[in-house]
Nanobody, 114 residues
């Protein structure tokens, strides 16, 4: 059973930075995808960033501002968010995908004030 625990959310002014971390426990494979989704109020959950092996993918809306990294020894994944904008306000969810199953963290709130 995989469990994911996020940390690092909070309130920040526009232009500021936050770093989200997610610690995974259980059987984790380095070449299986981990990453972050977010869900803003009234909107669908959207993929923000994913990392699998050496491959990363960042959604266009945050490219150049957000960076994803992974520590395969500690089974952690981090999302460094710079130059934050009010439209980045959302609950951010860590995920891990293992074959047909997707595991989710509990979510961490990120609020960016104008």
């Amino acid at each position: 059973q995989v469990q994911l625990v996020e940390s690092g959310g909070g309130l920040v002014q526009a232009g500021g930075s936050l770093r989200l971390s997610c610690a995974a426990s259980g059987t984790i494979f380095a070449n299986h995808a981990m990453g972050w989704y977010r869900q803003a109020p009234g909107k669908q959950r959207e993929l923000v960033a994913t990392i699998s092996g050496q491959s990363t993918n960042i959604v266009d809306s945050v490219k150049g501002r957000f960076t994803i990294s992974r520590d395969n020894v500690k089974n952690t994944v981090a999302l460094q968010m710079n130059s934050l904008k009010p439209e980045d306000t959302a609950v951010y969810y860590c995920y891990y995908r293992n074959y047909g199953a997707t595991y989710w963290g509990q979510g961490t709130q990120v609020t960016v004030s104008a």
